[in-house]
Nanobody
Framework: QVQLVESGGGLVQTGGSLRLSCAVS????????IGWYRQASGKQRELVATISSHGNINTADSVKGRFTISRDNAKNTMYLQMNMLKPEDTAVYYCNLKAVGYREVWGQGTLVTVSV
């Protein structure tokens, strides 16, 4: 069974940086899309960025130029480098894995808080 475990969240000041990690355990198919979503208090969950096993990247306009998604297939780990953080980036960040023919998998989430 595939499991996703996020880490790296925390409290940071406006303009600061954090790097989130998502460790993938279990057997996954070679063709997949893994990514980050976030949910702020009182709001719907939204896409942050995704990266396919082929390296195709999709990034939300709200974080373009500030956040960078990457993956290390050898380590079964995905990263989200977040720079120039803003208070509106405050949210619980979730790791997500999709593969055709398989159940979608979510991590438990990691909280990012950006103070003014």
């Amino acid at each position: 069974q595939v499991q996703l475990v996020e880490s790296g969240g925390g409290l940071v000041q406006t303009g600061g940086s954090l790097r989130l990690s998502c460790a993938v355990s279990g057997s996954i198919v070679s063709s997949n899309v893994i990514g980050w979503y976030r949910q702020a208090s009182g709001k719907q969950r939204e896409l942050v960025a995704t990266i396919s096993s082929h390296g195709n990247i999709n990034t939300a306009d709200s974080v373009k130029g500030r956040f960078t998604i990457s993956r290390d297939n050898a380590k079964n780990t995905m990263y989200l480098q977040m720079n120039m953080l803003k208070p509106e980036d405050t949210a619980v960040y979730y790791c997500n894995l999709k593969a055709v023919g398989y159940r979608e998998v979510w991590g438990q989430g990691t909280l990012v808080t950006v103070s003014v």
